[in-house]
């Protein structure tokens, strides 16, 4: 079951992250490289490619670890080339390129998965499992940090869109996931600084997600709460839990070999998009 995949970026996240867990196996072996700053992809002991052609030729599946914008350009075009893509959150910069890129994955008939890594934590799955004996009627959820005051993942896409467009997709897919399909939102505050999201979900729950990545000093987890008639349920980051990345590199390599699609596929990186368009449309507004 052991797939080959390429890898796209250079960045402290492809370094940390990607490249790391990509040569780990035993469910994937990382072939090569390709990066804008190919100087930059040395350091990660496997060849680095000039061109991107050439990384689409040695591999079968895409690794992203790019800024959203250019996961959206390039992954086109690997989609394009037949290539599974392994995607980061958030699908693309905005709607419009989200958009292109899952029609491209569609009509190429790819296989494509989402880096969100909560939900590939068992630790997520027991509690998702739990709430549905609940029968939950609302949630919370909070992300806070101070990630955007310095630190080796800052960057300007980051710096400019705020946490909405950053940590905005992990809470919203963990409540998704927990309470229903989010069929409305509502928004209020700064994406440089505290978002407020009111999300409405199908069945009529209700849920409310604060997002910030500018508050000093120490915070506590990220947290996702469900409340229901039977009870309430609580999950934060700090139980994801060493196993996240190997269970979706297994699953990645499954739905490439095997075919039938993932829940987290780009459709639903395109829908989760759809929800932060919205929510930052109206910030803007404000």
């Given at each position: 079951m052991t797939i080959s995949v390429g890898l796209v970026g250079a960045g402290p996240w492809a370094e940390k992250v990607h490249a790391p867990m990509l040569s780990a196996g035993p469910h994937t072996r990382l072939t090569g490289v390709w990066a804008r700053r190919p100087g930059a992809a040395a350091r990660f002991g496997v060849p680095v490619f000039e061109r991107i052609e050439e990384l689409f030729d040695s591999c079968e599946a895409v690794a992203f670890a790019v800024p959203p914008a250019v996961q959206a350009e390039l992954g086109v075009r690997a989609a394009k080339e037949g290539k599974a893509l392994l995607l980061e959150k958030p699908l693309a910069a905005d709607l419009e390129g989200a958009r292109r890129l899952a029609d491209a994955i569609a009509e190429a008939g790819v296989p494509s998965q989402m880096v969100l890594t909560w939900r590939y934590s068992p630790a997520t799955r027991a509690f998702l499992a739990r709430v549905s004996a609940i029968e939950p009627f609302g949630g919370r959820a909070a992300h806070i940090s101070g990630a955007l005051l310095g630190s080796g993942f800052t960057s300007p896409w980051r710096l400019e869109r705020g946490a909405i467009l950053d940590v905005g997709p992990h809470m919203i897919?963990?409540?998704?996931?927990?309470?229903g399909r989010v069929t409305a939102v509502r928004a209020h505050g700064n994406t440089r600084g505290w978002v407020g999201l009111?999300?409405?979900?199908?069945?009529?729950?209700?849920?409310?997600?604060?997002?910030?990545?500018s508050v000093p000093g120490d915070k506590p987890p990220a947290t996702v709460e469900v409340y229901g008639k039977l009870g309430t349920e609580a999950m934060d980051g700090d139980r994801l839990g060493p196993d996240v990345f190997s269970v979706m590199l297994a699953e990645f390599a499954e739905t490439v070999h095997g075919g039938g699609g993932h829940p987290l596929d780009a459709a639903h990186g395109l829908r989760l998009q759809e929800i932060i368009s919205a929510a930052e449309e109206q910030l803007t507004r404000a």
């Open positions: 897919d963990m409540l998704d996931a927990a309470l009111l999300l409405e979900h199908e069945g009529g729950a209700v849920s409310e997600a604060s997002l910030c990545m």
